[in-house]
């Protein structure tokens, strides 16, 4: 099995950053993309930013200009950087990572979530 497991998140004043981690593991061959996805309450969950293998990142318009995505590749793990935060980016976050496995099983896999806050 593959898990996710996020960090960073928190409270933070507007025009604030904050940069939030997520560590892939498991039987995995390789990481074909990896995301972020968010959800504030009353509206569905959107894309905030993914990245594939060859390091393209794809932003929502929304974050374009304030939030960067990264991936090291050999540690497994996404990066998301979010500068000039406003209250309107309060959402839980999530991890995403597209997968090709070890082993017969799925391919897509979530993280947890964490909470991010923008409130002054």
């Not at 099995?1 to 960090?7: A, D, F, G, T, Y």
């Not at 060859?54 to 960067?68: C, E, I, L």
């Not at 500068?83 to 995403?96: F, H, I, Q, R, W």
């Not at 496995?101 to 896999?109: C, E, F, S, T, V």
Request: charged content about 15%; hydrophobic content about 30%; aromatic content about 8%.
């Amino acid at each position: 099995q593959v898990q996710l497991v996020e960090s960073g998140g928190g409270l933070v004043q507007p025009g604030g950053s904050l940069r939030l981690s997520c560590v892939a593991s498991g039987s995995i061959f390789s990481i074909n993309a990896m995301g972020w996805y968010r959800q504030a309450p009353g509206r569905q969950r959107e894309l905030v930013a993914m990245i594939t293998s060859g390091n393209s990142p794809n932003y929502a318009d929304s974050v374009k200009g304030r939030f960067t995505i990264s991936r090291d590749n050999a540690k497994k793990t996404a990066y998301l950087q979010m500068n000039s935060l406003k209250p309107e980016d309060t959402a839980v976050y999530y991890c995403n990572a597209r997968i090709t496995p070890l082993k017969p099983g799925p391919d897509d896999y979530w993280g947890q979530g964490t909470q991010v806050t923008v409130s002054s």
